[in-house]
């Protein structure tokens, strides 16, 4: 299956983004005119972030990253026509039999925010295919929805 060698050709990291969420830490107001915003004590606790694992990627539905472009492609390696492909820089990737505007208009290195969709459920053990992410190329203001691979879990 062309599918897993796709898989295994993306790697890289990424930067958390917010993903519509409100971010948390708050800055103190000026008690009296003349003095600055106080900076949150060295202690404070970080700013929230969504939910990545070690490898960046979403973990939760709704959890969001940005990463970029690294790769994009039809859905049987060099066949025209076959659907879309791409993958990106954290590792993650998706595929679908329908050729998709929004992936097949992105170019390497464009910057992509990538959100948690949908989890498969009643999946067999290890078998955790069918991940449906959302993306929007940062770039081209184009948005997508597809899975992570060909089938859903427990499929072909």
């Given at each position: 299956?062309?599918?897993?060698?796709?898989?295994?050709?993306?790697?890289?990291?990424?930067?958390?983004?917010?993903?519509?969420?409100?971010?948390?830490?708050?800055?103190?107001?000026?008690?009296?005119?003349?003095?600055?915003?106080?900076?949150?004590?060295?202690?404070?606790?970080?700013?929230?972030?969504?939910?990545?694992?070690?490898?960046?990627?979403?973990?939760?539905?709704?959890?969001?990253?940005?990463?970029?472009?690294?790769?994009?492609?039809?859905?049987?390696?060099?066949?025209?026509?076959?659907?879309?492909?791409?993958?990106?820089?954290?590792g993650l990737s998706q595929v679908s039999y329908d050729q998709v505007p929004g992936i097949d208009s992105s170019r390497p290195g464009d910057p992509v925010k990538l959100?948690?969709?949908?989890?498969?459920?009643?999946?067999?053990?290890?078998?955790?295919?069918?991940?449906?992410?959302?993306?929007?190329?940062?770039?081209?203001?184009?948005?997508?929805?597809?899975?992570?691979?060909?089938?859903?879990?427990?499929?072909?």
């Amino acid at each position: 299956m062309r599918a897993a060698s796709f898989l295994v050709l993306v790697a890289g990291s990424i930067a958390l983004a917010a993903c519509g969420r409100n971010s948390g830490g708050a800055a103190s107001s000026a008690a009296s005119a003349g003095l600055a915003e106080a900076s949150p004590p060295a202690s404070a606790p970080p700013p929230t972030q969504p939910a990545a694992n070690a490898s960046g990627v979403p973990v939760h539905v709704g959890d969001c990253v940005q990463t970029s472009v690294q790769q994009v492609g039809t859905r049987l390696e060099g066949t025209p026509g076959s659907g879309s492909a791409i993958g990106y820089a954290n590792g993650l990737s998706q595929v679908s039999y329908d050729q998709v505007p929004g992936i097949d208009s992105s170019r390497p290195g464009d910057p992509v925010k990538l959100c948690l969709v949908s989890l498969p459920s009643d999946c067999p053990p290890g078998d955790d295919r069918g991940k449906v992410y959302g993306g929007t190329n940062l770039r081209t203001g184009q948005t997508w929805q597809e899975a992570d691979s060909e089938h859903s879990c427990g499929g072909a």
